[in-house]
């Protein structure tokens, strides 16, 4: 007599992709003590809605069709913030309405899409840890550091048209490659380190400010 056997059940789910994701944390001090303590990364599969699980929800509707909306509804308020941090002469009366489109998001080189992604905290963070470890490993005076991170904060944005933008720009490159390689906090910092050196190579190949009257034929 042949045993009949069961039928194999795949352990799959159609409406979610599995990724791993990786979770840092911040070096804490105890006030003290002065001892520096860190977690331990947490390394993860967390169950992310699939093309078809997005579909479900479109039909579906309730709550996971609102959670969505407000998910991308928080996505366009990033850009928006992040485009007024960097643009300080956008004002009510002439905000770009008909430029701000989840098109326009969608359509950013990943560097920018990317880098308006990093939460405000971990852009804080890195500063925090920059300004505190560098003067020993460049042995420059901490004001002279401070200097250099304001820089980073503004992701470069006074560099991008400067005429010297190119002497400049692999300098810092060359910081943060320094910051990388000696400090223990810039594994945690991953995404604005990767941000910033991508920004700064992205800068370095645009037109500086000197060439603006001539790009515009006034000359």
């Known amino acids: 007599m042949t045993e009949t056997q069961a039928p194999i059940q795949a352990n799959y789910n159609p409406l979610v992709d599995m990724k791993e994701m990786t979770f840092t944390f911040r070096k804490t001090k105890d006030a ?8 331990e990364n947490i390394v993860a599969k967390v169950q992310v809605p699939s093309i078809e699980g997005i579909v479900k929800m479109l039909e579906s509707g309730g709550k996971s069709l ?12 990033d850009y928006i913030k992040s485009l007024l941090s960097d643009d300080a ?5 002439n905000f770009p309405t008909e430029a701000v489109t989840w098109e326009t998001i969608a359509n950013l080189p990943d560097t920018d899409r990317r880098g308006r992604g990093i939460p405000k905290e971990l852009w804080e963070g890195f500063v925090e840890s920059y300004i505190e470890s560098m003067p020993a490993i460049i042995g420059k005076p901490a004001d002279v550091v401070k200097k250099q991170a304001s820089h980073l904060a503004n992701k470069f944005q006074v560099l991008k048209t400067h005429e010297k933008k190119n002497e400049l720009l692999p300098k ?28 700064a190579d992205e800068f370095m190949n645009t037109d500086k400010s000197t060439d603006i009257a001539e790009n515009l034929g006034f000359e």
Do not use: H, W
């Open 32 to 39: 003290e003590t002065g001892v520096e303590t860190k977690r």
């Open 66 to 77: 609102e959670l969505l909306q407000s998910s991308v509804e928080s996505t366009i308020t």
């Open 89 to 93: 002469s956008i004002t009510s009366e």
């Open 172 to 199: 810092f490159v060359e910081m943060l490659t320094l910051y990388v390689n000696s400090c223990p906090d810039a594994e945690q910092y991953a995404a604005p380190i990767e941000f910033l050196i991508k920004k």
